[in-house]
Nanobody, 126 residues
Framework: AVQLVESGGGSVQAGGSVTLSCKAIGFSIDDSDMGWFRQAPGKEREGVSCISRTGQRTIDADSVKGRATISRDSAKNTLYLQLINLKPEETGMYYC???????????????????WGQGTQVTVSS
């Protein structure tokens, strides 16, 4: 069975940074585009950053451009997200997602991702 297990969340002060990890189980990240999404309290889930199965293409949300680095380690079958200069409004649950092996063409929309992790909480205090 496909599983995505996130880790690395926690509490951080505004201006700080966080590095999230997502271990993929049951499939290879080389076979799927991957992404990070987040959901702030009372808001809809939104795409943060997505990466193609080859790692050659990335898409970042405008709100995180210049502050987010998405990366992948095929040997560890793990996806990462580093987010710097965090803002309090970026508090929320961060989810790892996989688009699935049948889909090609990198996009970063929630509805196009098939597999989801349980999420890891990031809390940014001012």
């Amino acid at each position: 069975a496909v599983q995505l297990v996130e880790s690395g969340g926690g509490s951080v002060q505004a201006g700080g940074s966080v590095t999230l990890s997502c271990k993929a189980i049951g499939f290879s990240i080389d076979d799927s585009d991957m992404g990070w999404f987040r959901q702030a309290p009372g808001k809809e889930r939104e795409g943060v950053s997505c990466i193609s199965r080859t790692g050659q293409r990335t898409i970042d949300a405008d709100s995180v451009k210049g502050r987010a680095t998405i990366s992948r380690d095929s040997a560890k079958n793990t996806l990462y997200l580093q987010l710097i200069n965090l803002k309090p409004e970026e508090t929320g649950m961060y989810y790892c997602a996989a688009r699935g092996p049948l889909y090609y063409g990198l996009i970063c929309n929630e509805q196009d991702y098939e597999y989801w992790g349980q999420g890891t909480q990031v809390t940014v205090s001012s």
